[in-house]
T-cell receptor, first 113, second 112 residues
Framework: DAKTTQPPSMDCAEGRAANLPCNHS???????VYWYRQIHSQGPQYIIH???NNETNEMASLIITEDRKSSTLILPHATLRDTAVYYC??????????????FGDGTTLTVKP | DSGVTQTPKHLITATGQRVTLRCSPR?????VYWYQQSLDQGLQFLIQ???????AKGNILERFSAQQFPDLHSELNLSSLELGDSALYFC???????????FGEGSRLTVL
């Protein structure tokens, strides 16, 4: 699986958009980009995933660059409850998807009042 | 609630001992994954089972073993425990090809 690089920490004001970047320059053509988050020491929670096109769901939007070497997770209106570690990982969907990947260190997002 | 159940939530034991962690996946999910999360490390993939068979192995120590039973629940066995085995152990399951993993709340193991 391709490796990802994320900033170790970011701050965001409550109510503002949080934009979390991820670099995955070695991603292969059939690998998806997944985002998960972990609040305190709870089990990680799936957020969103995508292949080429931008994706949006009730939690977030995922913007993938045309060359697929980087992506940005957008939380449109961050709340204090969005404070968490956000993981960007890449992997295949068939068989063993992102599950085989080590989640890495992720980005610690702190939403401030 | 992800639908994945892990027991026990907390476990304190001594070095050299053996423990078993249990995971019940979401109803119908055939794949179960085990992860270890130590204080100074991220989530490390240990092992995956699919419908009772081992499918993939990660950084799992020889002292650790796992299995998945016919009813699809899984157990992670940790033996000859060392202080460094103290960690959160997560189980995750999936039943689709979409890549979405559903994680349990973890079992916190403390080895004294």
């Amino acid at each position: 699986d391709a490796k990802t690089t994320q900033p170790p920490s970011m701050d965001c004001a409550e109510g503002r958009a949080a934009n979390l970047p991820c670099n995955h320059s070695t991603i292969s053509g059939n690998e998806y980009v997944y985002w998960y988050r972990q609040i305190h020491s709870q089990g990680p929670q799936y957020i969103i995933h995508g292949l080429k096109n931008n994706e949006t769901n009730e939690m977030a939007s995922l913007i993938i660059t045309e060359d697929r070497k980087s992506s940005t997770l957008i939380l449109p209106h961050a709340t204090l409850r969005d404070t968490a570690v956000y993981y960007c990982i890449v992997g295949l969907t068939i068989g063993a998807p992102a599950g085989k990947s080590t989640f890495g260190d992720g980005t610690t997002l702190t939403v401030k009042p | 609630d992800s639908g994945v159940t892990q027991t026990p939530k907390h476990l304190i034991t001594a070095t050299g001992q053996r423990v078993t962690l249990r995971c019940s996946p979401r109803s119908g999910d055939l794949s179960v994954y085990w992860y270890q999360q130590s204080l100074d490390q991220g989530l490390q993939f240990l092992i995956q089972y699919y419908n009772g068979e081992e499918r993939a192995k990660g950084n799992i120590l020889e002292r650790f073993s796992a299995q998945q039973f016919p009813d699809l629940h899984s157990e992670l066995n940790l033996s000859s425990l060392e202080l460094g085995d103290s960690a959160l152990y997560f189980c995750a399951s999936t039943g689709s090809n979409t890549g979405e993993l559903f994680f349990g709340e973890g079992s916190r193991l403390t080895v004294l």
